[in-house]
């Protein structure tokens, strides 16, 4: 199974969207944005989309926009970064043990895509999840990322539902944990604190390797 194809063009929409984008923005990535991280890992986080300035314009997930601050600093506090921060993709920063992907590989206008784009993107996420080992975790940032994670893995959100700080164990020997998305919104109208994710990712963490 491929985990990721740089020419996608399935979803018309979002490829129109780039299309334009690279008239308004020739200096950024503009393009299908690849996972980051290690290729076998422990904890595979999966987010939303590229962010229009953030990954979209940088070629690596959370690079570049307000929930990356978060994010990135939370995975080397927990010891799963070499940096704290994500400058760009050509810098040295290294992921230890886990790998962060997309449930939407192309960056959506208004960052909403539309089921049929998630489910269309749905089979490289299916390829990632394919790589994990047995006894690894999966951390989905926001509902979007959840339901996408479920629908690879054929499994029914009515006996897995989000909330944050969840956890679920699959029939695989893996889990998945929820977190609300690290994003500007949330954690500005304090949905989400820089506790609770660091909690959530923690856990997810602490799942990911206790198989070892």
């Keep these: 199974m491929t985990r990721f194809d740089l020419n996608c063009t399935r979803c018309a929409r979002l490829s129109a969207f780039l299309a334009e984008l690279r008239q308004l923005h020739p200096g950024y990535w503009n393009r299908p944005v690849p996972a980051f991280g290690d290729e076998l890992p422990r904890l595979l986080i999966v987010g939303l989309a590229p962010g229009r300035h953030g990954a979209n314009a940088s070629g690596r997930p959370f690079t570049g926009d307000f929930a990356g601050l978060l994010l990135y600093r939370t995975l080397h506090e927990l010891g799963l970064a070499s940096a704290a921060e994500s400058a760009h993709a050509g810098d040295d920063l290294e992921l230890l043990g886990c790998r962060i992907t997309n449930a939407v590989k192309c960056l959506p206008p208004q960052n909403k895509p539309t089921t049929a784009e998630v489910n269309t993107c749905n089979r490289y996420l299916v390829a990632e999840l394919a790589a994990l080992p047995s006894?690894?975790?999966?951390?989905?940032?926001?509902?979007?990322?959840?339901?996408?994670?479920?629908?690879?893995?054929?499994?029914?959100?009515?006996?897995?539902?989000?909330?944050?700080?969840?956890?679920?164990?699959?029939?695989?020997?893996?889990?998945?944990?929820?977190?609300?998305?690290?994003?500007?919104?949330?954690?500005?109208?304090?949905?989400?604190?820089?506790?609770?994710?660091?909690d959530a990712v923690c856990v997810a963490k602490t799942l990911a390797f206790s198989a070892i």
């Design 135 to 198: 006894g690894a975790a999966i951390l989905a940032l926001g509902t979007v990322a959840h339901g996408a994670v479920l629908k690879a893995l054929r499994l029914r959100p009515a006996d897995h539902p989000f909330s944050h700080g969840a956890q679920h164990a699959l029939a695989d020997g893996r889990w998945l944990v929820d977190s609300y998305h690290c994003s500007r919104y949330n954690t500005q109208t304090g949905r989400l604190t820089e506790r609770m994710f660091y």
